[in-house]
């Protein structure tokens, strides 16, 4: 039940495009088509961004998007846009029942 | 509208113990898999424990195996979370969450948190 890796923090200006990795490992993103993405202001309850490694809920801009490689699991997000400064978490399931969260990427826009 | 309202955080000693509830509405409770995360001060996400539909079946991490109790009360709507031996390191917004369907394992909502903190 190790957290999965993400980048500290990321950086952007408004209208480019960011990309936040989520490493795992053979026991959880690499086993399963099951990351999601949560979103999270400061204060605030997480939002669910993405699910099933690239599925977006109702409602949730088409700027983001999310992929798989291996064990490795990305977020992207174009356009930024100011309101998309928050906390990125990404969570897999792990098998046997249980999850686990990435330790979470401070996204910055410049 | 779904609604997941958390309570019974506080203030605790160390090896007290709590009992955090988590009253939900706006759909059928009986038919979703619930989950407690918490999230240290500063700090990430932590998945904490899950409960089936029925009851049935219950999953911790690891840090909380033989401390905390994950149960739910269908008839009342209510999810909780019995935490006993609490230690500083248990010092975090608790949050319940609804998973989104059987087998899916992403959440969809989230509750506003309570926060629960364990010192002297």
């Known amino acids: 039940q190790s957290a999965l890796t993400q980048p500290a923090s990321v950086s952007g200006s408004p209208g480019q495009s960011i990309t936040i990795s989520c490493t795992g490992t053979?026991?959880?993103?690499?086993?399963?088509?099951?990351v999601s993405w949560y979103q999270q202001h400061p204060g605030k309850a997480p939002k669910l961004m993405i699910y099933?490694?690239?599925k977006r809920p109702s409602g949730v801009s088409n700027r983001f998007s999310g992929s798989k490689s291996g064990n490795t699991a990305s977020l992207t997000i174009s356009g930024l846009q100011a309101e998309d400064e928050a906390d990125y978490y990404c969570?897999?399931?792990?098998?046997?029942?249980?999850?686990?969260f990435g330790g979470g990427t401070k996204l910055t826009v410049l | 509208e779904v609604q997941l309202v958390e309570s019974g955080g506080g203030l605790v000693q160390p090896g007290g113990s709590l009992r955090l509830s988590c009253a939900a509405s706006?759909?059928?409770?009986?038919?979703?898999?619930m989950s407690w995360v918490r999230q240290a001060p500063g700090k990430g996400l932590e998945w904490v424990a899950n409960?089936?539909?029925?009851?049935?079946?219950?999953y911790y991490v690891d840090s909380v195996k033989g401390r905390f109790t994950i149960s739910r009360d269908n008839a009342k709507n209510s999810l909780y979370l019995q935490m006993n031996s609490l230690r500083a390191e248990d010092t975090a917004v608790y949050y319940c969450?609804?998973?989104?369907?059987?087998?899916?394992?992403?959440?969809?909502?989230w509750g506003q948190g309570t926060l629960v903190t364990v010192s002297s």
């Open positions: 969450a609804r998973e989104a369907a059987a087998g899916t394992w992403y959440f969809d909502y």
């Open positions: 706006g759909f059928t409770f009986s038919s979703y898999w």
């Open positions: 409960i089936k539909q029925d009851g049935s079946e219950k």
């Open positions: 053979s026991s959880d993103v690499g086993s399963y088509n099951l």
């Open positions: 099933e490694g690239s």
């Open positions: 969570c897999s399931y792990a098998g046997s029942s249980t999850q686990v």
